[in-house]
Nanobody, 124 residues
Framework: QVQLVESGGGLVQAGGSLRLSCAAS????????MGWFRQAPGKEREVVAT????????YYAEFVKGRFTISRDNAKNTVYLQMNSLKPEDTAVYYC?????????????????WGQGTQVTVSS
């Protein structure tokens, strides 16, 4: 089992930026595809961006394309989500998660571990 700890959330004005980090421990981080997800109040959890084990393949949800960037540093066991041009509708709890493949983590069909989440609030 991989333990995940997110950080970097907070309150930001519309148009601002935040960088989320997700630190992993417990298993070999580089063996896992990683993903960022979010859940707003009253809504289902949705995928934001996912990245393959090497970082060579990336998926972005349409609503974040051109604004968010996912990356990973396998030497630091960390995955990042750089969020630019934030909008009030980006307000949610953001979670990172592991999967055995990019497909499994992107589709949420097989998630290994979830982090505890970090709150992102974008004011208008």
């Amino acid at each position: 089992q991989v333990q995940l700890v997110e950080s970097g959330g907070g309150l930001v004005q519309a148009g601002g930026s935040l960088r989320l980090s997700c630190a992993a421990s417990g298993r070999t981080f580089s063996n896992y595809a990683m993903g960022w997800f979010r859940q707003a109040p009253g809504k289902e959890r949705e995928v934001v961006a996912t990245i393959s084990t090497s970082g060579g393949n990336i998926y972005y949800a349409e609503f974040v394309k051109g604004r968010f960037t996912i990356s990973r540093d396998n030497a630091k066991n960390t995955v990042y989500l750089q969020m630019n041009s934030l909008k009030p509708e980006d307000t949610a709890v953001y979670y990172c998660a592991t999967g055995t493949s990019l497909y499994h983590v992107t589709t949420m069909k097989s998630i290994g571990s979830w982090g505890q989440g970090t709150q992102v609030t974008v004011s208008s």
